[in-house]
């Protein structure tokens, strides 16, 4: 079986190492890489099949230039694109600052600006799949994820499901504090990407919520993720929050201490990531591509360490280690590739699997339509994703939900009709800018700062 990633970022080798996991179950004989970024491409490529070698993996990798041949044959279709790569990013996030609002890749106006560049993108390749391997399925975790998989959606015929790695740690870490198996945990997840709750926790049956709220200060103890809320927020709210919506619960004291770190995740992202191409082109045209592994493990621990550390208020260095962290630390856990190859092995193998990811609606949270783009709990398998009915939210969940769901409606909107005035439309209605003139302001900066990549969206 041949699969295709798209988008060669520095977080490919996860992919490839959750891969090689689970070649068996896979039956995977091939992996083509594409990107854009040719050089990129020609670098992750050699450090990439480098790697899968080094684990014995029994599956090929190699780059290809051309999109239709990487993509023809394959039966999985990965997308990790990064249109503007870091820079745009570290722009989206700076823009937002400015305006004394939130500045974050995936929440709010740099979540908007990134969704309206990369849209039209992903709609190119989706066209190319539906012409090229009508029957593959899309996997994507290009970010903004739910916004994307909304567009693909509407506005294509592939088949897709969308992966986020927050809810699926969440489930692990309440399995570890409870002291079961992860597979003997059934978590109930209902919302939106980066803005969603776990409204239940069934183990043998029975609802272990309730105690997991009443012992949350424990439960803090065990990861920082827990740690961004306030214990008897959490027992109001009557469900655990994933920790992006922490953006929306302390809005300003995110910003705040965003601002005193003097500088955003973008920009530290795209610091690091800046002098690391380089090294890794050097020490791949020198042939040293155990160099080129420590350099690039170096850069993704630092940047693991880091994580919504200047959110939380916490002293951030862009220092890279001088020694690359013990091999099975780097790799340990299952992010969202080991999500994505659960939804590969689900449908190879016909098995159906409780997993947590984002897809049409269809009924699972009423309040919401039934084409709308939601993250929940589902049942995948070869056919798909099947989301399982969540029940209506709360009052205070559909306030927040619904207007962060209107603002993703409008966003596609607008990237899919060039239309200047539902971008606008779609920032004033996100929770975190709530205004027109500031929208307006922020978008027309972004209009400037993002020339190149937004001259579809028209006044």
């Given at each position: 079986m041949k699969m295709t990633l798209l988008g060669t970022g520095v977080r490919t080798p996860f992919v490839l190492h959750g891969l090689a996991d689970r070649e068996t179950e896979l039956g995977l004989?091939?992996?083509?890489?594409?990107?854009?970024?040719?050089?990129?491409?020609?670098?992750?490529?050699?450090?990439?099949?480098?790697?899968?070698?080094?684990?014995?993996?029994?599956?090929?990798?190699?780059?290809?230039?051309?999109?239709?041949?990487a993509i023809a044959g394959s039966r999985f279709v990965f997308a990790a694109i990064r249109v503007g790569q870091e820079e745009a990013r570290a722009n989206d996030e700076r823009i937002a600052l400015a305006h004394g609002v939130l500045g974050q890749e995936t929440t709010g106006p740099g979540g908007f600006a990134m969704a309206l560049r990369t849209i039209p993108a992903m709609l190119r390749y989706a066209e190319l799949i539906a012409e090229v391997e009508p029957d593959a399925m899309v996997v994507n975790f290009t970010n903004p994820v739910g916004i994307i998989v909304q567009a693909l959606c509407d506005h294509s015929s592939v088949r897709v499901i969308g992966v986020c790695d927050g809810p699926i740690g969440m489930k692990r870490s309440v399995a570890e504090f409870l002291g079961v198996?992860?597979?003997?945990?059934?978590?109930?997840?209902?919302?939106?990407?980066?803005?969603?709750?776990?409204?239940?926790?069934?183990v043998?049956?029975?609802?272990?919520?309730?105690?997991?709220?009443?012992?949350?200060?424990?439960?803090?103890?065990?990861?920082?993720?827990?740690?961004?809320?306030?214990?008897?927020?959490?027992?109001?709210?009557?469900?655990?929050?994933?920790?992006?919506?922490?953006?929306?619960?302390?809005?300003?004291?995110?910003?705040?201490?965003?601002?005193?770190?003097?500088?955003?995740?973008?920009?530290?992202?795209?610091?690091?990531?800046?002098?690391?191409?380089?090294?890794?082109?050097d020490l791949v045209a020198a042939d040293d591509l155990e160099g080129a592994r420590a350099a690039w493990e170096r850069t993704i621990e630092t940047r693991h360490e880091t994580y919504f550390a200047r959110e939380r208020g916490e002293e951030v260095t862009d220092g890279v280690r001088a020694e690359?962290?013990?091999?099975?630390?780097?790799?340990?856990?299952?992010?969202?590739?080991?999500?994505?190859?659960?939804?590969?092995?689900?449908?190879?193998?016909?098995?159906?699997?409780p997993l947590i990811v984002n897809t049409p609606n269809r009924g699972a949270i009423p309040d919401l339509r039934d084409t709308d783009v939601v993250e929940v709990t589902c049942m995948v398998?070869?056919?798909?994703?099947?989301?399982?009915?969540?029940?209506?939210?709360?009052?205070?969940?559909?306030?927040?939900?619904?207007?962060?769901?209107?603002?993703?409606?409008?966003?596609?909107?607008?990237?899919?009709?060039?239309?200047?005035?539902?971008?606008?439309?779609?920032?004033?209605?996100?929770?975190?800018?709530?205004?027109?003139?500031?929208?307006?302001?922020?978008?027309?900066?972004?209009?400037?700062?993002?020339?190149?990549?937004?001259?579809?969206?028209?006044?």
């Open positions: 004989t091939e992996v083509v890489l594409h990107d854009s970024d040719h050089e990129r491409l020609r670098i992750m490529g050699a450090l990439g099949a480098h790697l899968c070698r080094e684990w014995s993996a029994g599956f090929t990798v190699r780059a290809e230039e051309d999109p239709r041949a198996p992860g597979d003997q945990v059934h978590a109930d997840y209902a919302g939106l990407n980066h803005a969603g709750w776990i409204h239940r926790v069934l043998e049956g029975r609802d272990r919520l309730p105690e997991i709220l009443d012992r949350y200060e424990e439960l803090q103890l065990t990861e920082d993720s827990w740690r961004l809320f306030d214990p008897e927020l959490v027992r109001s709210i009557g469900m655990l929050p994933m920790e992006y919506l922490y953006f929306f619960y302390s809005r300003e004291q995110a910003v705040q201490n965003i601002l005193r770190s003097g500088g955003s995740r973008g920009e530290q992202i795209a610091r690091l990531n800046a002098p690391l191409w380089p090294e890794l082109r690359p962290p013990a091999h099975d630390e780097m790799f340990e856990g299952d992010g969202y590739e080991g999500l994505a190859t659960a939804v590969m092995v689900s449908a190879v193998r016909r098995r159906k699997m398998d070869e056919h798909g994703a099947h989301p399982l009915a969540q029940g209506h939210l709360t009052p205070a969940a559909l306030e927040l939900i619904e207007p962060i769901k209107e603002y993703e409606r409008l966003t596609v909107q607008a990237a899919v009709e060039g239309s200047y005035a539902k971008a606008r439309e779609a920032l004033t209605v996100h929770p975190l800018v709530g205004s027109e003139p500031l929208a307006r302001a922020i978008l027309d900066d972004y209009l400037t700062a993002h020339a190149e990549f937004l001259s579809h969206v028209r006044r």
